[in-house]
């Protein structure tokens, strides 16, 4: 039954790829069928498909990142000792609608003070999600210290494409004149904040995405959850106070540290 339903849907939309067909089984029959076992089905059945997906190329960036191995990493060789130092970046996947829809969710947080700067949400991975919230980060470290503030941060992050793209290092390094340091491939843990944020916000609010219904829904509710997380959340790490007011602390009283 379900082979022929796939049949009469790539009869009328034979360039859909795997993620379409899983779409419209769902829209049209109300079939639920996971991206993988589709693919695997559709493989044993002989239902090849006219679309070919095509191979993402490695930016000459990224190249010259896997040639330079662990020497880009310098967030672990620089020590942090207040706000506005280093800013990590990383990208996360919200599974809402049921299980039926997803969106990626980017963000800029401090690495220190671990306030959130600047986040985006969007339904794909593309560059303009992590240029998105790397302008909103910088809009909001303007507003807090200065402009001039800027030319000492470090942004660090992972080496996917988005953040070995052109458009983004370009951004940071001529734009923003700040400098930029990469974990090596595969090391999450170089980058223990962000996957702490990320982690803590899935565990957490997982039962609560996941039974949203809509991207607008969706954004609010991500939105009012940073707001918790930067202006109401207690940080053992900056001395049980939420990010904005340590940062604040931080900013009428530079000389200030804490010891953690």
């Not at 690495?111 to 240029?131: A, D, P």
């Not at 202006?231 to 604040?248: C, M, Y």
Request: charged share 25%; aromatic share 10%; proline share 3%.
């Amino acid at each position: 039954m379900v082979k022929d339903q796939i049949k009469k849907i790539l009869v009328k939309h034979s360039k859909y790829g795997v993620e379409r067909i899983k779409a419209e089984l769902w829209r049209k029959y109300k079939v639920n069928i996971g991206r993988d076992t589709l693919g695997k089905l559709l493989n044993w059945w002989g239902l090849s498909l006219a679309r070919k997906t095509r191979q993402s190329k490695i930016s000459g960036i990224a190249k010259i990142l896997c040639y330079l191995a662990g020497r880009t990493n310098l967030l672990i060789r620089t020590e942090i000792t207040r706000p506005f130092q280093a800013i990590s970046a990383d990208i996360t996947e919200l599974i809402y609608n049921h299980g039926k829809s997803k969106m990626y969710l980017s963000t800029h947080k401090d690495v220190y003070g671990q306030m959130i700067y600047g986040f985006s949400l969007g339904v794909t991975m593309e560059v303009s999600l992590v240029m998105h919230s790397l302008k909103k980060a910088i809009i909001t470290i303007i507003s807090l210290a200065g402009k001039a503030i800027l030319k000492e941060l470090l942004f660090h992050q992972d080496q996917g494409s988005q953040y070995t793209s052109y458009q983004y290092v370009n951004y940071v390094l001529s734009v923003v004149k700040a400098v930029l340091s990469y974990s090596d491939p595969g090391t999450p843990t170089h980058n223990p904040g962000q996957e702490s944020f990320h982690g803590r916000l899935k565990d957490e609010y997982r039962d609560d995405i996941y039974e949203i219904e809509t991207e607008a829904e969706l954004r609010k509710f991500v939105t009012h959850i940073i707001n918790d997380y930067n202006q109401d959340r207690l940080h053992t790490s900056i001395g049980n106070v939420p990010p904005f007011e340590f940062t604040k602390s931080f900013l009428n009283n530079p000389s200030r540290r804490y010891t953690k």
